[in-house]
């Protein structure tokens, strides 16, 4: 019987880099994909550099932009049928975090307090 037990010992290699842009000093996880730049910097990076959705479908012609409209209205609701769980905890999410906005107050269903 060995005395020892074989552990697995993995070297903890903490590597510091500093941000391309801004400087500030960064610990990246080994391999990610951090081009250089600190997560506020790589967050912008990534925003920036691919057109959104809206400017895409802002680019289409109006019956090209209908068909499209569709065929990813009928991929969401393959989604949701698949996934019901998650639209129903999606959508109480949004509730909750919507629910204290004055323009969404407006039109709540709610019966409101009027002042006597
Ligand atoms: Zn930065």
Redesign the pocket.
């Given at each position: 019987m060995p005395i020892l037990k074989k552990t697995k010992f993995y070297k903890d290699i903490k590597i510091v880099k500093r941000?391309k842009?801004?400087?500030?000093p960064f610990r990246p996880a080994r391999y990610s994909y951090h081009l250089g730049?600190?997560i506020?910097?790589r967050r912008e990076f990534i925003k920036f550099s691919r057109p959104s959705w809206k400017e895409s479908v802002a680019k289409m012609t109006p019956e090209r932009r209908e068909e499209f409209m569709e065929k990813e209205y009928l991929r969401w609701q393959k989604w949701v049928n698949a996934h019901i769980d998650r639209r129903r905890y999606l959508a109480l999410k949004s509730y909750h975090q919507r629910k204290y906005i004055p323009s969404n107050r407006a039109r709540s269903h709610h019966k409101k307090k009027t002042a006597v």
């Open positions: 941000c842009k801004c400087g500030v730049l600190c506020v910097c």
